[in-house]
């Protein structure tokens, strides 16, 4: 059994595979993340007989700046219209150029949260 604040478990389904992704806390703004590739029976079992809610749906675009890769979120669904974008820091506080396209930073605001978009608070 998994419950601890601030943790996510989550099962991401393409096409043709599928993950298991748990990430830890946050702390000082980063978390640590583990990736496994699982079955894509094993997913669609998870997706459809153990989450619960509203499923997020998007489509990620790997851009490449300043020899960073960002990750452009364009979402659907219930999120339909929200587009994020993040990047991959190798240490804290690591110093980046900033694309002209990002706009405000939103990490550990609240109101970006899925789970605060998708229950309507």
Not at 47 to 58: A, Q
Not at 87 to 107: C, F, K, M, N, R
Request: aromatic share 8%; with cysteine; proline share 6%.
């Amino acid at each position: 059994l998994m419950h601890a604040p601030g943790t996510k478990l989550r099962v991401r389904r393409e096409p043709n595979r599928a993950f298991l992704t748990y990430k830890g806390p946050r702390s000082a703004g980063a978390r640590r993340e583990f990736n496994y590739e699982i079955p894509c029976n094993d997913a669609d079992i998870l997706l459809s007989d153990h989450c619960e809610g509203v499923l997020v749906e998007r489509t990620r675009h790997l851009l490449h700046h300043d020899g960073l890769v960002w990750m452009v979120d364009v979402y659907e669904g219930a999120l339909e219209g929200r587009v994020t974008a993040e990047v991959e820091l190798d240490y804290p506080h690591q110093d980046i150029s900033l694309p002209g396209w990002v706009g405000a930073e939103v990490t550990g605001n609240p109101e970006y949260l899925h789970a605060t978009i998708l229950n309507g608070a």
